[in-house]
Nanobody, 121 residues
């Protein structure tokens, strides 16, 4: 059974940082691309960042220079370092896994349950 378990969300003030993580089980982790998506109330789910099995990354324009995605294949875990957070970053953040182009196009094989990130003073 494939499981994607997100953790590390929370409440942070504007300008602060968070580092949610996604731990994957039930598949050969190193063979999969991983993506982080987010969905704010009343908005569509959008890609935040993706990382290929080889480590190639891509980011939404709105987070470039503030967010960094990385993976640790020994721990089956992907991290999303989020710095200089803004109120508009508030959303539920979802982890996803699959073939790279499916992940970045929003049609991955697997989804996590999500973790809430709230940026507010």
């Amino acid at each position: 059974q494939v499981q994607l378990a997100e953790s590390g969300g929370g409440l942070v003030q504007p300008g602060g940082s968070l580092r949610p993580s996604c731990t994957v089980s039930g598949v050969i982790f190193s063979a999969y691309a991983i993506g982080w998506y987010r969905q704010a109330p009343g908005k569509q789910r959008e890609l935040v960042a993706g990382i290929s099995k080889g480590g190639t990354t891509n980011y939404a324009d709105s987070v470039k220079g503030r967010f960094a995605i990385s993976r640790d294949n020994a721990k089956n875990t992907v991290y999303l370092q989020m710095d200089n957070l803004k109120p508009e970053d508030t959303a539920v953040y979802y982890c996803s896994a699959g073939i790279f182009w499916d992940v970045v196009r929003g049609t991955p094989q697997y989804w996590g349950q999500g973790t809430q990130v709230t940026v507010s003073s």
